[in-house]
């Protein structure tokens, strides 16, 4: 849509790779959801694993991070 910008004014309902994308988004932010609240409660419970979004998480201020949900 960044090309042609007029794209952005199909509706949903004639464009199906609009309602592709929108179920590719709830699909992907499901499953870093449910990675994001593993590592946090690994992370609660004293365990470290030394995965990246382990320091992300730790991490957060440093990185401009103030809630969880910059975090997807």
Same mark, same amino acid.
């Given at each position: 849509?960044?090309?042609f910008p007029? %794209?952005?004014l199909v509706p949903e309902r004639w464009a199906k790779w609009k @309602?592709?994308?929108?179920e590719i988004?709830?699909?992907v932010e499901g499953l870093y959801s449910t990675? %994001?609240?593993t590592v946090e409660k690994r992370l609660a419970s004293g365990? @470290?694993?030394g995965v990246f979004l382990e320091d992300v998480i730790l991490n957060a201020?440093?990185?401009g991070f103030d809630n969880r949900?910059?975090?997807m």
């Open positions: 849509m960044d090309i007029f %794209l952005a @309602r592709t994308v929108t988004r709830a699909l990675l %994001l609240s365990e @470290r694993a201020d440093s990185y949900d910059q975090f």
